[in-house]
T-cell receptor, first 115, second 109 residues
Framework: SAVISQKPSRDICQRGTSLTIQCQVD?????MFWYRQQPGQSLTLIAT?????????ESGFVIDKFPISRPNLTFSTLTVSNMSPEDSSIYLC????????????FGPGTRLTVL | GQNIDQPTEMTATEGAIVQINCTYQ??????LFWYQQHAGEAPTFLSY??LDGLEEKGRFSSFLSRSKGYSYLLLKELQMKDSASYLC??????????WGAGTKLIIKP
């Protein structure tokens, strides 16, 4: 499977600011996803990043709060906008190769703390 | 609704065998995944079952019963490095993963 890197690995941000997380895959992937994970809890899917078009958001997540870009098949960004302490979490990027269902492989995550 | 249930925490002894159970309810079903996640790290893929039965992969095996909505992950000859969270995820009719909360496995010497 491909290797995913994320930047930054962690950040501490002030309330009201925005942070953009970058996700880079070392080979082309069909699908890319963004997740949020609170400590000790399940993965929650934020959105599917679509190449060249708007992301597909899950219930409870909106584009104004979590704008996503995917300019090509190896790169995506997630922005957490107008942050509040409730946005403190680990944000994970994942990729999936092929059109039919294959396993997802994950980046190392970005640990975000909002003060 | 869609739901995944797995135990929150389990404890086992080094060298022993442990079975982690997972039950699922999804809209349609396209297979079940098991992932391992060490503390502070990303999940890594362990296994995928779409047909009933047991899939063996070294010390790890995964079982699926579609009629019962049930799967388990079996870990043999436990090692200290197996201490981690084990996540069960079912793939629904839209090929979306529904994730369980994970089972934290503690291995004692």
């Amino acid at each position: 499977s491909a290797v995913i890197s994320q930047k930054p690995s962690r950040d501490i941000c002030q309330r009201g600011t925005s942070l953009t997380i970058q996700c880079q895959v070392d080979s082309q992937v069909t699908m890319m996803f963004w997740y949020r994970q609170q400590p000790g809890q399940s993965l929650t899917l934020i959105a599917t990043a679509n190449q060249g078009s708007e992301a597909t958001y899950e219930s409870g997540f909106v584009i104004d709060k979590f704008p996503i870009s995917r300019p090509n098949l190896t790169f995506s960004t997630l922005t957490v906008s107008n942050m509040s302490p409730e946005d403190s979490s680990i944000y994970l990027c994942s990729g999936q190769q092929g059109d039919s269902y294959n396993e997802q492989f994950f980046g190392p995550g970005t640990r975000l703390t909002v003060l | 609704g869609q739901n995944i249930d797995q135990p929150t925490e389990m404890t086992a002894t080094e060298g022993a065998i442990v079975q982690i159970n997972c039950t699922y309810q999804t809209s349609g079903f396209n297979g079940l995944f098991w992932y391992q996640q060490h503390a502070g790290e990303a999940p890594t893929f362990l296994s995928y079952n779409v047909l009933d039965g047991l899939e063996e992969k070294g010390r790890f095996s995964s079982f699926l019963s579609r009629s019962k909505g049930y799967s388990y992950l079996l870990l043999k000859e436990l090692q200290m490095k197996d201490s981690a969270s084990y996540l069960c995820a079912a793939c629904d009719s839209n090929y979306q993963l529904i994730w369980g909360a994970g089972t934290k496995l503690i291995i004692k010497p």
